[in-house]
């Protein structure tokens, strides 16, 4: 196993830790003002929202409450099928509140409009949505992401939470792999 630097297997960077930041200024302004004078519990997804969990919370001035979940999508492949396995289940009861659940990405948008549904089942008074990034792909599924950072290209990506076989999840940035990575 190479234990190297990481810096090598970077192809491109896509968003520097200083743009993400930039767009979570924006975003955690949005939900302060969308969520004044209401509670508010942050829904992260393990364990791709580690990141964005942790930077757009701390941006905000509304009073949170945080809980974490766990979920894998069955399937073949790499494409998520939709049929979602709860690993780690929420701590809190959602009842009467207002849930905003916090993604890293959104890509067929399959596993999500699943959370969703499974989270509004539960008698919550909202549930919305803040994703850092999606892919093109998720304008095919109904599913209303109230709060997105940015659009990227259909392009398979790591950091900021991201992973490859488990790795390079602590970039400060949003990159593509070098092809060596791969083979
Ligand atoms: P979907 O929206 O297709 O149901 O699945 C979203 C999940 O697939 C994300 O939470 C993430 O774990 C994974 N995923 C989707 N696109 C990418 C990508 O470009 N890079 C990485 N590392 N994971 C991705
Ligand atoms: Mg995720
Ligand atoms: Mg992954």
Same mark, same amino acid.
């Given at each position: 196993?190479?234990?190297?630097? @990481?810096?090598?297997?970077?192809?491109?960077?896509?968003?520097?830790?200083? %743009? =993400?930041?930039?767009?979570?200024?924006?975003? !955690?302004? %949005?939900?302060?003002?969308?969520?004044?004078?209401?509670?508010?519990?942050? *829904? $992260? *997804?393990?364990? $791709? !929202?580690?990141?964005?969990?942790?930077?757009?919370?701390?941006?905000?001035?509304?009073? !949170?409450?945080?809980?974490?979940?766990?979920?894998?999508?069955?399937?073949?492949?790499?494409?998520?099928?939709? &049929? *979602?396995?709860?690993?780690?289940?929420?701590? /809190?009861?959602? /009842?009467?509140?207002?849930?905003? #659940?916090?993604?890293?990405? #959104?890509?067929?948008?399959?596993?999500?409009?699943?959370? @969703?549904?499974?989270?509004?089942?539960?008698?919550?008074?909202?549930?919305? =949505?803040?994703?850092?990034?999606?892919?093109?792909?998720?304008?095919? &599924?109904?599913?209303?992401?109230? +709060? @997105?950072?940015?659009? #990227?290209? /259909?392009?398979? *990506?790591?950091?900021? $939470?991201?992973?490859?076989?488990?790795? +390079?999840?602590?970039?400060?940035?949003?990159?593509?792999?070098?092809?060596?990575?791969?083979?």
């Amino acid at each position: 196993m190479d234990h190297s630097d @990481v810096a090598g297997d970077i192809a491109n960077i896509l968003l520097t830790e200083e %743009q =993400i930041g930039a767009k979570l200024d924006e975003m !955690a302004a %949005q939900i302060d003002k969308d969520y004044e004078g209401k509670d508010l519990l942050l *829904v $992260g *997804v393990l364990k $791709g !929202a580690v990141m964005v969990m942790a930077d757009l919370s701390r941006r905000l001035h509304t009073k !949170a409450e945080m809980d974490w979940m766990a979920v894998s999508s069955y399937g073949s492949g790499t494409k998520s099928s939709g &049929v *979602v396995r709860i690993l780690k289940d929420l701590d /809190t009861d959602l /009842t009467g509140r207002n849930v905003l #659940i916090v993604e890293d990405i #959104i890509d067929s948008g399959l596993t999500l409009s699943w959370l @969703v549904a499974n989270l509004r089942s539960r008698g919550p008074e909202s549930v919305e =949505i803040a994703a850092a990034l999606r892919k093109p792909d998720a304008a095919k &599924v109904e599913v209303d992401v109230k +709060y @997105v950072g940015f659009d #990227i290209p /259909t392009e398979f *990506v790591v950091g900021y $939470g991201l992973d490859f076989a488990e790795k +390079y999840r602590n970039l400060p940035f949003v990159a593509t792999l070098a092809p060596h990575v791969y083979s």
